[in-house]
């Protein structure tokens, strides 16, 4: 059983950055791949980044939205994936939350299907506006 917790989230200017953490118990999260999405009000929850288990090693996987903006990375030692945020726009605002795979070790082609993940942290509220 794996738990996720968010936090990081916030309200910011258009161009700022946040950094997004999502820390796991009850599993080492380096041997699940690990998703970040995000849902806006009125949107279906979209898939905006993916880091495969350490073992699978796959590049990072980023919809084509954040590309060049974003960037997710692990920390082992604290067991945390990270979500960098930055060049932010407002269309960026939504509640952003981390999920882990816990079934297969590779983000694959379909890592953006919410479907695809067993567990699932409670969400940060990002919010871009000047």
């Known amino acids: 059983q794996v738990q996720l917790v968010e936090s990081g989230g916030g309200a910011v200017q258009p161009g700022g950055s946040l950094r997004l953490s999502c820390v796991g118990s009850?599993?080492?999260?380096?041997?699940?791949?690990i998703a970040w999405f995000r849902q806006a009000p009125g949107k279906e929850r979209e898939g905006i980044s993916c880091?495969?288990?350490?073992?699978?090693?796959?590049?990072?996987s980023y919809t084509d939205s954040v590309k060049g903006r974003f960037t997710i990375s692990r920390d082992n030692a604290t067991n945390t994936v990270y979500l960098q945020m930055n060049s932010l726009k407002p269309e960026d605002t939504a509640v952003y939350s981390c999920a882990a795979d816990s079934v297969w070790p590779l983000c694959g082609n379909s890592w953006a299907k919410p479907t695809n993940y067993d567990y699932w942290g409670q969400g940060t509220q990002v919010t871009v506006s000047s």
């Open positions: 009850g599993d080492t999260l380096g041997t699940h791949p």
């Open positions: 880091i495969s288990s350490i073992a699978a090693d796959e590049t990072p």
